[in-house]
């Protein structure tokens, strides 16, 4: 089968390779779409990050580069492996796409994202969504009923902007500033919407205003070239403050924006993956007793999110701004991201073209 493999910067090859075997307790999936995240690109220009160099396998896969990459993904379930008996051959589904210690738990209420060697699929090892076909533990799988699966593609992302949700504590009602407007923060913004606050935007790009404005995501978006975002926040909040800030661009500025515009006792959620370590206002951070907390990953909420998706609470469609195949990977993906990023928000590529 064809399968992007990761080598090393600037080195991803279409190669032909097995496929993988179908083993006790896991799913055969026929991969549909599968997005390509900041976190590839990351990858590709400066990598490798996640993924295992040559020589210092995996603790947990075993693996090390090359591997395939894609962690975004969607597909039809091809096989059931001995002892699944709760899904179906030919369901649709999504993957959570976490490599983890198999004695870790993965209920409700465990913080299975920060157990130790936590890494991704597509990244660490053990296949990837950028392939024809893929198998996968049971516990990664959840079923999607009728979503679309280009759209479906999308649910990995959103459950990310969802656990940055849930870590905020916010609830209806609340106001919210989200700090950039890529694929995180819109798709933040969207679940932000979804589940009932008030939402603004500050952006610089025009394209990602554009969507954060014809999406609905947001109620205002700003852009900081304009004026004082901090202050236009509490101009619109009674002179209080936003509840809750959601750093999604790894810029400081921006970071310290959201120390300005939340308002004494909110929380800012950092969802952002720093390659530099900001200098931090810490002097607003003690003044207005904020807290300011991580996140990462997701854990739980990929139920969440497919509900919200299935009723029709947010629509996901307009996010998809391109579709190829995955010989144009590099040309029609990561050159186009790389290049041209502020034009797209997710690029989903098609293992099977
Ligand atoms: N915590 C997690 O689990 C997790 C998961 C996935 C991605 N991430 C991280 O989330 C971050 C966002 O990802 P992305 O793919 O959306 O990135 P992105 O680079 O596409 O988006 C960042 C946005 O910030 C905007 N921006 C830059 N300077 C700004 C300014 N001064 N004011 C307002 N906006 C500004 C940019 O125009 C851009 O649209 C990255 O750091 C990524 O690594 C975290
Ligand atoms: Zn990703």
Known sequence: ??????????DIRIEDIPEPELKPGT???????????????????????FIPP??????????????????????????????????????NVVVEPYIIHSDVETGPGHAYQLSKDMNFIGLGGRGGGLS?????ERRWVHAIGDIP??????????????????RSQAKSGDTAIVGGAGPIGLLTAAVLKASGLTVYISEL???????????????QVFDPRDGDVAQRVRDLTGGKGADVGFECSSV???????????????????????????????PSLVLKEIDLRGTIGYA???PSTIKLVQEGKLDLAPFITAKIPLDDLVSGGFDQLINNNEEHVKILVNPTA
């Open 1 to 10: 089968m064809k399968a992007a493999r990761y080598y090393d910067q600037r």
């Open 27 to 49: 799913v055969a999936i026929d991969v549909a779409w599968c997005g390509i995240c900041g976190t590839d690109l990351h990858e590709y220009l400066e990598g490798p990050i």
């Open 54 to 91: 040559k020589g210092s396998p995996h603790p947990i896969s075993g693996e090390e580069a090359p591997v395939t990459m894609g962690h975004e993904f969607s597909g039809t379930i091809s096989a059931l492996g001995d002892g699944v008996t709760d899904l179906e051959v030919g369901q």
């Open 132 to 136: 024809e076909k893929i198998v996968v």
């Open 149 to 166: 699966l280009d759209q479906a593609a999308l649910i990995e992302p959103l459950s990310v902007g969802h656990h940055a949700f849930v």
């Open 205 to 219: 790009s025009e394209a990602r205003k554009k969507m954060a404005r014809d999406t609905g995501v947001a109620d």
């Open 252 to 282: 400081p500025v921006v970071l310290n924006m959201l120390m300005d515009a939340v308002r004494p006792g909110g929380v800012i959620v950092n969802v952002s993956i720093w390659g530099h370590k900001p200098e931090v206002d810490m």
């Open 300 to 302: 739980n909420d990929h």
